[in-house]
Each structure stands twice: as C-alpha cells, then as structure tokens.
C-alpha cells in the first residue's frame, strides 16, 4: 500500500521508498521510515494531497505520494 | 560601511527568518544578488552592545544543506567558501520552537561544519501557546551551543540575541552529532587530504556538491569525481544514511528536553481555516474575490498617486523651464532625463500595491494554498500554482508582476512566468486601445445587452490570457530544466501578517526598481528623445525658415503655428526618417511611416502612442484629451483619399500593441530579475514576432 491511497484522515506509518532520489527530500523533510503520516486534506481538483508529518502539514503531488510505501 | 563580525542568518523557510533580520537592521539594509547567480543577498548592519558592528546576511531559507533548487544551492557556498568576503564569523541558526525535530536537521548540519553557531529559538510564544514544554538550559547544554528564545514578531528577545552574538566564541565548541566518518570512510579520509582539510563533514559536502562550487578548480572538482568512482560512492544512498542518523541523534536530543502534547493547538486552529480556504468550491470563489479585490486596488488605489506623481514632474518639468537658459542640454535634461525619471517614479505605487498584497498572501500562508489549490492546472500548461499572482497581476502592470515572479522557486516555471507575463493585457495598453476602439467600433449594442464597444476591448483583454497560456504551454516544451520538478512543500500554520514586513517589501521592492530598472529606463528615453528632437543636416533650420514667412504667420494663430511646426519637426526629425526607414517593414500590416514614428518613440512605454499621435496630427487645445486626438486622427486621409485609419489597420494596431514588447521598463525588470540578457532578446524577439503576425493576419483578413 502506498500514501497515495489513503483516504483523508486515514493513518498509516512510512515503511520504505520507491525512488531513491525523492526519498533523500522526503525524509529531510521529516517524513522518514517509521515515522505516523495522515492524509489531512486532499487540493480541490484532486492533486496534490496534504499530509500531517512530524508535527506540520506537508504538501505533496499524487505521484510523489506513490512513492511511499506504509506499512 | 566595515563590520567587526559577520554574521550569517540561516534557517528554515517560514521560521520568521526575515522577521529577525528586519529586527536585527532595521531599515540599515540592502538587497542585491550573491556574485555570479541571481539569488538574492540581504545584508543590514546591527550594532551590539559592545559598541561593535556586526553585518548580518540573510541567506535563503532551506530545509537543508543539500540544495533542492538553485536559491538553496547558494547556503552552503556561502558558508563553506573561503575569501569571497562573505565567509561568516559566526553563524546564528533559526529554529521553529513549535518544530524543533524538523528544524534541528540543518542545525546539525550547520554544526558539523565546525562554524561557531548560536541559536535563535523563535516563536517561543506560539510554542508556549501550544502546550510545547522546552527545556532550554538542557537543550543547550546537549547541543553545547547558545540557545536564545526570541519571539521575532513581538521583538522580544532582540536584545538577549544581540549579547549572545557579542560575547560569541571564535572558535566552533558545539557537540559532535553524528559519526559523520562512517557515512564514506576512506573517500571522506582521501578527499581531506587532497584539498587539506580536517573538517571530515566539509569533505563530505563537498563530495557530494563539487560540481556547483565556485571555489574548487575544475582539476580539484576532477579528482574528486575521481575519488568517488574509486571508492563507488553514491551521492544519494549516502544522503539518506545521514539524514537516518541525524534524525536519530536528533531524536535523542528531544526525547528529554521537548514535551509536546498530542495535538498542537495551532494545528487545529489552522485546520478549520483550510477546510474553508481550500473548500472545493468556496475555494476557488474566495481565492478569486482576493484576485479581483488585488487586481481592483491596484488599478484604483495607484491611479491618484500616479497622476500626482506626474503632475510634479511635469510641475518640474516647467518650472526648469523657466530657469535655465534654452538650449540643447536644457532640453537633454528636461525631456530626456526628467522625463525618463518621470516614467520611472510613475511604477512606484503600483509596485507598493502588489508587493503589499504579496507580502501579506506570503507572510499569512495563504501562497502556498494557492500554490496547492491551483498546481493542478497550471502544472499543465507548464506554470506553477504561483504563476497565477504574476499573471493578474499583469494586470496592472507586467514590471512589479515580474518582480514578485521571485516567490516560484522552480527555475523553469519561474522563467515560462517571466517569459509570458508581459503579454497580459496591461493598463499602460488601454488608452492605445480605447482610442482605436473608440475610432472603429461603432458604439451600439447589439442583443440589448453588450455594447459593441465593450465586447472589442473584452475581447482584447480574454486574447491576451489565452495568448499566454498558448505561449506557456510552447514553451514548456522547448525549456530545459536544470532541475527535476519537485512539490513537495510545506503548508505552514495560519498566521496574521506582520505590517512592518508588509512596509519593508513595499520599500525595498519599490528602491530596487527605481535604482536598477531605472537605469535602462532612463537611457531609452534620453535616446528617444535625442531621435525626435534632432534631424538630420538643416532640416529644423529650414521649417523654421518656413513658417517664418508671412503668409503663415500672417494667416495662422501663434498656437496653431506652433502645432505645425512641431508637428513637421516630429516628421523630419530622426524619429520621423527611422519611420520612413521601416515603413516598407510595417507596410504589410496597413500602417504608414507616421504610424512608424508612434511605434519608435512608443517603445519606452506603450501610452505614448497617444501622445505621439496627438504630435504628428498637430492636436489642437489639450493633447491629453482622447476625444481631440480621435478626431484628428478619423480626419486622416492617406494619399490616395482614404481613411488612414480602417477598421483592418485599428485592429491590426491593436494586434501589435497586444503582442509587441512596447515597454523598456519590462525589459530593464526581466533583465534585472534574469541577470542575463539573453532572456530579455528571447522575449523581445518571440513577441515581435508574434506581433507582426497577428497584426499582418488581422489586416488582412479585415481589409
């Protein structure tokens, strides 16, 4: 399962990466392995999506988002 | 002005960065560019309370020492790169106390470099307000550096942070964070013997970020390419090794000296403002209203302020009249010189305006909802979710929109910005449009309701949005971007806007203008002004002569004699023999050398067209009313008895001055923001094009 297919408010926790590159600004941007994301909202016109990691909101493409993979 | 100790401001994006810099300097500050790139440097002095001056450098807000694109490449230059004059004495590192984990990454990153660093803990209020409990004391002695709780936007704490800065060590006494060696042993150990230093995280750095330093020589960037292949080192696996041990070490750091309680206040409160902010519908409603409402003020709130501006320049404009002596330089200096300053002032409220709304929409957080709201559709046609504030803005006026084109940190979508703004309809284009409207289109309404008029210049306005998008869209394939196109961005919490930033950005945008685009302004129009002031050998000599005769001053008023006489100096003047020079040119859209000349002298700014065709057909009474030039100019018959200006060469005028890149103020601002003059040729040349284009179809289709 991966981020992109959480629905908002559905939790799940980060288990590894897709793609090397977006995985190093992922995870200096707090999002790392073991670390609790939430879906907390979704843009209006269905991408991007808004997601609540390590105490801030961050906001990411759909694709971006398929390229974590939750436990 | 020297400085005893240089200090570097460093700190994640949205941490109050340029809050504490404004407090620190005050309005002793001044923006220019890091050499060689087109980042932008603040630098402002403070004065301790030692009696010393320390410089401060606002370096751009990153999220870490690793660039993500070219703003942020320039943090590590600047703080690693020996005699430049910008290497830093002490390094003060902002940290949101209501994000600490986040924010301390690039502290350790900071302190791995072995500068001295103090810590700015900022919004401790915000973080207090939200239930987070810090031990200060412990976290400074765990870090071994300094930590100094500020609240930049209430200015408390300033002062402590400004001790802190005076009694600061000059040498690095911060803890080791990470095992920094065991990220790439033997390269980090081969790479600090070549370039001799004992810094093992520098090493590494520069390792991974050679090839964009300016410091090392390509034999240097070489061999340590060299290094790396021998010891099958991989730029990004080691990237995510250390950022794993940093959070790691940071997460140890916290785990006694933070208390956070499960869900932050501000978070909630945030929440509730983007159900609605972003709300399917009510979004988009609110998002356009704010739009319209920028859009409206700046139109409205600058229109007094402009006219008030032109009216002591053209008070100052006499009264130096009627001082000097007449004479050539008189006339440099009157008509060139403070003319070209006139044009130049006249941007300032405009600029205030937008960069006032900018500003706030940035400093409350709200950008980066619409950055989120609109990246959808935008992203399409190969622009960014904040192209969209340019593009109205473009509006009013392309120079500030191109300016505040600065907020897209993308390089590519911030170019195709830049390279399309000019093209909206702008409102230095209405008065050329409403007169040729006004000339052609009969003023009748047709199904009741839409004016014929109206629907013209509707028109005009909706052309100009879909041109840039088509435009947008071009080139979206024909730019190569340099960077891989990331979105991955934070949306900070809500929060109101600070009013002395607000001012700050009003002012610097505004002194920025006048200083650097003025510059280009100003030399355009001494050289118009030099072509339709001067003529080739006697010809002014000999009109002179010519009217001189009795049979004209006899026969003809002194006002209208002076109209002609002007008039036939324009036609022979060297403007007038450059219209002659491309009337061949522009004979295939419908216009006539006279035309020409109002196309030259209108490069320094489209609204001189009226002018200028209010000169050539000697307009009788006062030249600034539309309705006197009108006339004149339905009266003009070509040689072979027509009607100089038909239906197909008003639109065919429209077209050009829809497309063409009649405006040195936009050339000047896209060179001043790209630091390159191919990019200002580019548009130039693209939009002539396209202009000569459309005006040679539309001609032809209505002839």
């Not at chain 2, 409603?285 to 302020?305: C, D, K, N, R, V």
């Not at chain 2, 300016?403 to 170019?415: A, G, L, Q, V, Y």
Request: charge should be neutral; hydrophobic fraction near 45%.
């Amino acid at each position: 399962m991966t981020l992109s297919q959480l629905e908002i408010g559905e939790i799940g926790i980060v288990k590894e990466f897709t793609d090397l590159e977006m995985s190093v600004k992922l995870m200096e941007m707090g999002c790392l392995p073991g670390e609790e994301v939430r879906v907390s909202r979704i843009a209006p016109l269905g991408d991007p999506i808004a997601i609540h990691v390590s105490g801030y909101q961050l906001s990411l493409r759909k694709f971006e988002a398929s390229t974590i993979i939750l436990h | 002005m020297k400085a005893d100790i240089r200090v570097a401001l460093i700190g994640n994006p949205n941490t109050g960065k340029s809050t504490l810099f404004n407090a620190l300097t005050g309005l002793n500050q001044k923006i220019g560019n890091f050499p060689g790139v087109t980042v932008e440097k603040k630098t402002g002095y403070s004065q301790l309370p030692d009696g010393r001056k320390a410089e401060i450098i606002d370096l751009p807000g990153t999220y870490s020492l690793y660039p993500k694109s070219k703003d942020e490449s320039i943090v590590f230059s600047v703080l690693a790169e020996k005699g430049t004059g910008l290497t830093p004495d002490l390094v003060v590192v902002i940290l949101d106390a209501t994000n600490l984990k986040r924010n301390l990454l690039l502290y350790t990153q900071v302190a791995d470099l072995k500068i001295p660093v103090i810590i700015a803990l900022n919004m401790i209020d915000l973080a207090k307000k939200s239930g987070i409990i810090i031990d200060i004391n412990l976290l400074a002695k765990k870090l071994g550096v300094p930590v100094v709780p500020v609240s930049a936007r209430k200015l408390e704490g300033i002062a402590e942070l400004k001790i802190a800065i005076s009694f600061a060590n000059k040498f690095a006494l911060q803890q080791e964070s990470i095992d920094v060696n065991a990220i790439a042993p033997e390269l980090i150990e081969s790479i600090s013997r070549e370039i001799k230093t004992n810094n093992p995280y520098f090493a590494l750095q520069l390792a991974h970020q050679h090839e964009n330093i300016a410091f090392l020589t390509p034999a240097e960037s070489d061999r340590i390419e060299e290094l790396e292949k021998e010891h099958s080192f991989h730029s990004q696996k080691a990237q995510a090794t250390e950022t794993i041990a940093r959070y790691s070490y940071i997460n140890d750091v916290l785990y006694d000296t933070v208390k956070t309680p499960v869900t932050a206040h501000d978070e909630t409160h945030s929440n509730k403002i983007d159900k609605i902010l972003t709300h399917k519908v009510f979004g988009f409603i609110i998002f356009l209203g704010i739009l319209m409402f920028m859009f409206q003020s700046i139109f409205a709130w600058s229109a007094y302020p402009m006219s008030l501006i032109e009216e002591l320049f053209v008070w100052i404009q006499g009264a130096l009249r009627n001082i000097l002596p007449v004479g050539p330089l008189t006339g440099l200096l009157i008509d060139g010189v403070v003319a070209g300053l006139s044009g130049v002032m006249v941007f300032i409220p405009q600029i205030a305006i937008l960069f006032a709304f900018i500003s706030i929409l940035e400093d409350t957080g709200y950008m980066s909802r619409v950055t989120f709201m609109m990246d959808k559709i935008m992203r399409k046609v190969g622009l960014n979710g904040k192209s969209v504030v340019p593009l109205i803005g473009g509006f009013a006026c392309a120079v500030p929109s191109i300016m505040s084109t600065r907020t897209i940190e993308n390089w590519k979508d911030r170019m195709i910005t830049i390279m399309v703004t000019p093209l909206v309809t702008c409102s230095a284009r209405l008065p050329v449009y409403t007169l040729l409207i006004a000339l052609v289109v009969p003023n009748r309404n047709v199904w009741w309701l839409f004016n014929l008029q109206g629907l013209a210049l509707t028109g005009m306005y909706l052309l100009s949005l879909v041109s840039a998008i088509v435009v947008a869209y071009v080139m979206k394939y024909i730019l190569k971007s340099r960077e891989r196109g990331y979105f991955i961005m934070e949306l900070p919490v809500y929060r109101m806007p600070r009013w002395n930033n607000v001012l700050f950005s009003m002012y610097e945008r505004a002194k920025t203008f006048v200083l650097e685009a003025g510059k280009v302004i100003i030399a355009v129009s001494i050289i118009l002004w030099v072509l339709s002031s001067y003529a080739p050998s006697d010809r002014f000599e000999k009109i002179e002569q010519k009217y001189q005769q009795p049979q004209y001053t006899k026969t003809i008023k002194p006002d209208e004699l002076n109209r002609i006489v002007s008039s036939e100096k324009l036609e022979n003047s060297y403007a007038g023999v450059l219209g002659h020079v491309i009337e061949p040119v522009i004979k295939p859209l419908g216009f006539d050398w006279k035309i020409g000349i109002a196309l030259i002298t209108s490069f320094a700014a489209r609204e001189v067209f009226v002018g200028t065709m209010a000169t050539i057909y000697s307009v009788d009474g006062d030249a600034t009313r539309i309705e006197s030039v009108q006339e004149k100019m339905r009266n003009a018959k070509n040689p072979h008895g027509q009607p100089v200006f038909s239906l197909a060469v008003a639109f065919s005028l429209m077209m050009f001055y829809a497309f063409a890149m009649q405006c040195a103020s936009t050339v000047a601002v896209v060179y001043r923001e790209t630091k390159d003059w191919r990019w200002p040729a580019a548009q130039f040349a693209y939009m002539t094009v396209l202009a000569y284009a459309a005006a040679f179809i539309s001609y032809n289709l209505l002839k």
